[in-house]
Nanobody, 126 residues
Framework: VQLQASGGGLVQAGGSLRLSCAPS????????VGWFRQAPGKEREFVAA????????IYDDSVKGRFTISRDNTKNTAYLQMNSLEPEDTAVYFC????????????????????WGQGTLVTVSS
C-alpha cells in the first residue's frame, strides 16, 4: 500500500487548507489513519488520528479546535482540515496508516503505523 498525500501549499496566517490522503493498492477499511508533521530542524510530531470507522479520534493539544480529521468512504480518502493556521503550523505533513485498529494509547506513536505518505509541505506566512 502506498499513501498519496496532497493539498499542501502557502497560506497566510488565519487561513485554511485541507490535506488529503488516499491509498493506492488498497482501501482504508479497518485501518488506523494518522497525520504527523515535521518542521525544519525538529522531530516528527503527532497531529491527529482516528480509526476508519470514526472511533478513537484524537488530536494533539496544539491543533485541537482548529484541525479536523475526517474521511470519505466513497472516495477512500482521509482528510485533515486545517483552520486558523499559524506560522507555527509550518511543516511537512505526513499521513500514515496501520492495517488494523490501534488502541488510542498508541495512536500518537510513529512506530504504530506501517505505511507512510511522501509528505506535503504546508507553509503559513505571518
Amino acid at each position: 500500500v502506498q499513501l498519496q498525500a496532497s493539498g499542501g501549499g502557502l497560506v497566510q496566517a488565519g487561513g485554511s487548507l485541507r490535506l488529503s490522503c488516499a491509498p493506492s493498492g488498497g482501501i482504508f477499511s479497518g485501518y488506523t489513519v494518522g497525520w504527523f508533521r515535521q518542521a525544519p530542524g525538529k522531530e516528527r510530531e503527532f497531529v491527529a488520528a482516528f480509526r476508519w470507522n470514526g472511533s478513537g479520534t484524537i488530536y494533539d493539544d496544539s491543533v485541537k479546535g482548529r484541525f479536523t480529521i475526517s474521511r470519505d468512504n466513497t472516495k477512500n480518502t482521509a482528510y485533515l482540515q486545517m483552520n486558523s493556521l499559524e506560522p507555527e503550523d509550518t511543516a511537512v505533513y505526513f499521513c500514515a496508516a496501520r492495517p488494523s485498529y490501534a488502541i488510542v494509547g498508541i495512536m500518537r506513536r510513529p512506530d504504530t503505523y506501517d505505511y507512510w505518505g511522501q509528505g506535503t509541505l504546508v507553509t503559513v506566512s505571518s
